[in-house]
């Protein structure tokens, strides 16, 4: 089997996107019924994180061992990457050792050089330009709980980075309408944009939320904006969800959020527990969608 690596969603077909939410699911069900599922038995992941991690990690360690395989945590005091040695030699060393790495860096170009250099499947588990896997666990979310996304209307607001720009990659994979609603300055990539024709763009928090299915938004500061923080609260301020923005979306209408939140930023103390919100069990879908994304890339097809 010649190796897939999943550093966005472009990596993979929308047919293959569609079956991964399924699978997703369908472990999920299995998981809660008891069945014992072990097809990584032997397997070992390289998890390497170099930024801080609660959701992404403890789903990849808790995925790999329900799978019988196991994961190697690597933080950013653990290698020798922090002391020089190049990303592509540490991709040739891996390859010789683990079957999968798996990797959250800033840099998306360090992911893309790690993957070229590999010859073993590699993983985005997130960097500056697209958060893959919590897509997966977004979209499986939308469906179990609300039905097909395709055709649908999703508005997102705050920061076009990371999570905005994974959403732009899921309008053209998965088949909906996007609308990101951000302030000036922070617009996504335009090159994403000039390639999208299911994506518009707004200032105006109002008029992407009106009739909307889906409402998403992130953090204001992500990681590597610290310093930027009180410029941002100030620009990002009328982009806040709440219970009252979520009122001019259609009744059924579902909030997700990628989580850590910051409330009293860009959600309210109480959005995140509104019956609206699917976003806990959109972060225990990460464990489920991540072991589906394993069995992808690792079990013969
Ligand atoms: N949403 C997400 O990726 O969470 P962590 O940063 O905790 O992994």
């Not at 953090?219 to 982009?239: C, L, M, Q, T």
């Amino acid at each position: 089997m010649s190796k897939r690596d999943f550093l966005s969603l472009l990596d993979c077909s929308p047919e293959e996107l569609r079956a991964l939410l399924a699978r997703g699911s369908e472990l999920k069900r299995s998981l809660h019924e008891g069945e014992p599922y072990r097809p990584l038995v032997g397997c070992t992941a390289a998890l390497m994180l170099l930024l801080n991690s609660t959701r992404t990690r403890v789903a990849f360690e808790a995925g790999m061992n329900q799978l019988g395989g196991q994961a190697i945590f690597l933080g950013a005091a653990d290698t020798q990457l922090g002391r020089g040695e190049p990303v592509t030699d540490t991709a040739k060393v891996l390859s010789e050792m683990v079957d999968i790495a798996i990797i959250r860096t800033q840099n998306h170009a360090d992911v893309e050089s790690f993957a070229g250099a590999a010859s073993i499947p590699v993983v985005n588990a997130m960097t500056n330009r697209f958060h893959p896997c919590q897509l997966l666990a977004d979209m499986q979310t939308y469906e179990e709980l609300r039905g097909p996304v395709e055709g649908s209307t999703v508005a997102f607001l705050g920061d076009g980075y990371n999570m905005c720009q994974s959403y732009i990659n899921a309008a053209r994979q998965y088949g909906f309408c996007l609308k990101i609603a951000c302030p000036p300055g922070f617009e996504p990539e335009a090159g994403l944009l000039a390639g999208s024709n299911d994506t518009t763009l707004t200032e105006a928090p109002r008029e992407a939320v009106e009739n909307a299915d889906l409402v998403v938004t992130d953090v204001w500061s992500s990681i590597g904006h610290d310093e930027e923080r009180e410029k941002r609260r100030n620009a990002f301020a009328p982009y806040q969800v709440n219970e009252d923005l979520l009122d001019y979306a259609k009744d059924d209408v579902l909030f997700l959020h990628c989580l850590p939140a910051h409330r009293g930023e860009e959600v309210n103390e109480t959005v995140l527990d509104d019956p609206r919100s699917g976003a806990w069990t959109a972060a225990g879908n990460r464990l489920h969608s991540q072991k589906a994304l394993l069995e992808f890339l690792l079990v013969e097809r």
